[in-house]
């Protein structure tokens, strides 16, 4: 998962086709954002440009600056394996994709001009978590919830004080990482079966399909 985002940012680097050196750390090594909306960031803009709502699918592997891939890289080195651990590692890719998709597309319903990063899913995991730690209780189930909370206000903190922070794909990502939870459970309620082996593998197929789709359109941009 994070070699596909540091892939897909500098692939979009690479389209971008010369960078603009900035000594602001929230913008540096920025892709463009014609490169960004050809590799298939979500929101208002992508949409009215080409009518694509899978990009609620591809925005989930873009960033817009090295800080941004950051921190969300080192957010999903954290959070990924500790929700394999309690959901199992093909729910949990469930769970990311899907949160993600449910992120950004109530970030195009909200208004959101453009709109991109790993943020989405990774409040989907939060939400899966938070769901698993309120649900199963015990010492184990109340220092994940414990954990959560603590995710959760940061996440608040940080959508208030720094600019350009999309809201409407965390709560999303958020509320479909819960609700999916909540529909397909975790190990300890139900093992990881072929079910979750087929969903996993279509829904990982089909995110690589509009991926590697998304870089022939960058392709295309950096012919022209």
Known sequence: MIWINVIMYALSLLFSQGLHFTLNPLNALAPSSKALIF?????TVPLAYSHDWYSIFTANWLHGSLLHILFNMM???SLAPLTA???????MLSIYILSGAGGFF??????????????AGLCGLIGALFYFGWSRGGIWGKMVFDQTKSWILSLVI?????????NWGHGGGFAAGFILALLIGYEERRTSGKIDILVCSGL??????????SVFQGLELMLK
């Open 39 to 43: 590799l298939g960031a979500s929101g």
């Open 75 to 77: 957010a999903l080195y």
């Open 85 to 91: 651990k309690e959901f199992g590692l093909y729910r």
């Open 106 to 119: 109530l970030s195009c319903l909200g208004g959101v001009p453009l709109t991109i990063g790993a943020s």
């Open 158 to 166: 940080i959508g208030l004080i720094l600019p350009n922070i999309n």
């Open 204 to 213: 990982t197929v089909f995110t690589c399909v509009l991926l590697f789709r």
